[in-house]
C-alpha cells in the first residue's frame, strides 16, 4: 500500500509539471488583482493596512477557485478516473493524495507569494509572518472544501461559475478566522484563540471533506 | 401478536404519496387559510401598537415564521438528501427538491421583511449581524443546490450530487453561524441583536403562532403540491398516471 501510495504521489507530481500554465494562471491572477484594490481605493498607508487581512484573503480565495474545475475534470474525460476507483486503496485516500499534490501546486506558491503582497500593502515583520502563518491551513482548506464542489460539478453545465457559487458559502468559516487572526495580529491583538480555530477547523476537514469528495465522485462517475 | 407492516411506508411509492396529497392539501390549505385571517385580524387589529416600535414591529409576524422555516426547511431538505443518499429512496430526492424553492424564498422573505423593520428600528436597512449574515449565506446555499439540481443532465447523478451538496451544507450552517458570531463580536461593539426585545404580550404572541402556522401550512402544501408535478413529470408515462388521472379528463370529454 505504501508503495502504490508513494507512486501514485509521484505520478499526481509529474502531472502537474506538465501542467505549469495552471500555476502561473493562478500565481498571476492572485498578484494581480490584490493589485487593483489600491488603485481602486486609493493608497492611503492606514486605510490598506486595515483592508490588507480582508483583501489578501479574499484574493486567496477567488485564486484559489481558479483552477478549481480541472481538479478533476481531464481525468474524467480521459477515463483516469474510472482506474482511480478501481485501485485497491480507499479512494478517499486517492483523493486525498490528489488534493494534497493540487494544494503543493496552486495553493502553496500563494502562501510563498503572499507576503510580497503584503509588502505592498504595508505590513512588516511579524506581520508577514502571519500572513504565511494563515494563509497555509487557510489555502489548504480552501482546496478541500473546493474539492468537494469539484467532485460535484464534474458532470454539470456551467462549470466555473456553478462550482463558485457551491464553494463560496462553505468557504465563509476559513475566511473569517484566517482574516480574522490575520487583523487581530494587525491590530496588536491575540491572534491565538482564532489561530486555533482555523487549525482546528483543518484537523475537521482533514478526513471528513476528502470523504464527501470521494462520495461525490462516485456519483458522478459511476 | 401478528406483525403489523408500517403503513406509513407505502407513501414512499410516488402512486401512494400522490394520491395522499390529493387528500391531504385541501384540509392544510384550509386550516392555512384561516390561521392567516385570524393571525391578521389578531395581529394588526387586536394587537395594540409597540410602545417603542410603533407600527413597524409587526413586521415580525411574517419575519419570524419566515426566519424559522428557513432553517428548518434546509435541515428537512439535508435530512431527504440523507435518506436518498442511504436508501436510494426517490420520493426523498423529490421532496428535497420540492421544499427547495419554498425554503429559499423564506429566506428571502426573512431578508427582506428583516430589512424594512430594520430600518426604522435601527436606522439602516442592513446590518452586519450574525444573524443576518448567516442568513445571507443560508440564500446562497438554497441558490448552490437549486442550480446544481439544474446542471446535471442526468436525474439521478443530479438527485445524488444535490443531497450530498445539501448535506455537506447542513454541517456547515452551525460552523457558519458561530464563525460568523465570532467575527461579529470582534468588528462590532455592543452589537444590536434582534433577540433582545423585551418579553412579548400575549395578544402578540397569539398572532405570532397564528401566523407560524399559517406560514408552516404555506411550507407544507406548496412542497407537496410541487412534489406532485414532479411526480408527474417524471411519471408521465406510468399506467396509474394514465388510469388515475388522464382517462378520468379523457371520459368527461367523451361524455
Redesign the interface.
Same mark, same amino acid.
Given at each position: 500500500m505504501g508503495a502504490m501510495l508513494w507512486s501514485l504521489l509521484r505520478a499526481e507530481l509529474i502531472t502537474y509539471l506538465w501542467r505549469q500554465q495552471d500555476l502561473w494562471v493562478v500565481v498571476a491572477f492572485y498578484l494581480a488583482i490584490a493589485s487593483l484594490f489600491p488603485l481602486a481605493v486609493g493608497v492611503e498607508p492606514a486605510l490598506l493596512r486595515q483592508m490588507a487581512p480582508g483583501v489578501i484573503w479574499v484574493c486567496a480565495l477567488l485564486a484559489s477557485l481558479l483552477a478549481l474545475p480541472r481538479l478533476f475534470a481531464d481525468d474524467h474525460h480521459s477515463g483516469i478516473l474510472e482506474q482511480l476507483l478501481l485501485l485497491p486503496l480507499s479512494l478517499s485516500v486517492v483523493v486525498w493524495v490528489r488534493i494534497f499534490c493540487y494544494w503543493l501546486w496552486s495553493g502553496l506558491p500563494l502562501v510563498l507569494l503572499s507576503p510580497l503582497l503584503g509588502m505592498q500593502y504595508g505590513l512588516h515583520g511579524e506581520e508577514l509572518l502571519w500572513l504565511v502563518a494563515t494563509l497555509l491551513p487557510g489555502t489548504l482548506l480552501l482546496a478541500l472544501f473546493g474539492a468537494?464542489g469539484a467532485a460535484?460539478?464534474l458532470?454539470?453545465?456551467?462549470g466555473g461559475a456553478?462550482l463558485a457559487?457551491?464553494i463560496?458559502?462553505?468557504c465563509?468559516?476559513v475566511l473569517?478566522?484566517g482574516a480574522?487572526a490575520l487583523?487581530?495580529a494587525l491590530a496588536g491583538g491575540d491572534p491565538m484563540p482564532?489561530y486555533y480555530?482555523l487549525l482546528a477547523?483543518l484537523l475537521v476537514a482533514l478526513p471528513?471533506a476528502p470523504l464527501?469528495t470521494a462520495?461525490?465522485l462516485r456519483?458522478?462517475v459511476d | 401478536m401478528s406483525e403489523q407492516p408500517i403503513r406509513w411506508l407505502k407513501f414512499s411509492s410516488p402512486k401512494h404519496f400522490y394520491f395522499l396529497v390529493e387528500r391531504l392539501a385541501p384540509w392544510l390549505t384550509g386550516v392555512g387559510l384561516l390561521a392567516l385571517l385570524l393571525g391578521l385580524y389578531v395581529g394588526f387589529i387586536l394587537a395594540p401598537e409597540d410602545y417603542q416600535q410603533g407600527n413597524s414591529y409587526r413586521i415580525m409576524f411574517l419575519h419570524v415564521p419566515a426566519a424559522w422555516l428557513s432553517m428548518l426547511i434546509y435541515l428537512l431538505m439535508a435530512l431527504y438528501g440523507l435518506i436518498h443518499?442511504v436508501w436510494r429512496v426517490r420520493m426523498a430526492d423529490i421532496m428535497a427538491r420540492a421544499l427547495a424553492p419554498t425554503g429559499m424564498l423564506f429566506c428571502a422573505i426573512a431578508l427582506w421583511t428583516g430589512a424594512l423593520w430594520g430600518k426604522p428600528t435601527w436606522g439602516a436597512y442592513w446590518v452586519w449581524d450574525a444573524r443576518i449574515t448567516t442568513q445571507l *449565506?443560508l440564500l446562497?446555499?438554497y441558490?448552490?443546490y437549486i442550480? !446544481?439540481h439544474h446542471?446535471?443532465?442526468?436525474r439521478h447523478?443530479a438527485a445524488?450530487?444535490a443531497s450530498?451538496?445539501a448535506?455537506?451544507?447542513s454541517?456547515?450552517v452551525p *460552523?457558519?453561524y458561530f464563525?460568523?458570531q465570532?467575527?461579529n463580536t !470582534?468588528h462590532q461593539g455592543a452589537s444590536i441583536a434582534p433577540g433582545s426585545s423585551p418579553t412579548m404580550a400575549t395578544v402578540m404572541f397569539v398572532a405570532l403562532m397564528l401566523m407560524t402556522l399559517a406560514c408552516w401550512m404555506y411550507a407544507i402544501v406548496v412542497p407537496l403540491r410541487r412534489a406532485q408535478t414532479l411526480i408527474l413529470l417524471s411519471e408521465g408515462r406510468s399506467q396509474w398516471v394514465r388510469d388515475g388521472l388522464l382517462v378520468k379528463q379523457g371520459g368527461d370529454r367523451h361524455a
Open positions: 468537494i460535484l460539478t458532470g454539470a453545465r456551467g456553478l457559487l457551491l463560496i458559502p462553505l465563509v468559516p473569517i478566522l480574522g487583523g487581530e482564532w480555530l477547523l471528513l464527501a462520495a461525490a456519483i458522478t | 443518499l *449565506i446562497f446555499l441558490a448552490g442550480a !446544481l446542471a446535471i443532465d442526468d447523478k445524488q450530487a450530498l451538496l448535506l455537506v451544507g454541517v456547515n *460552523i457558519i464563525s460568523v465570532w467575527w !470582534l
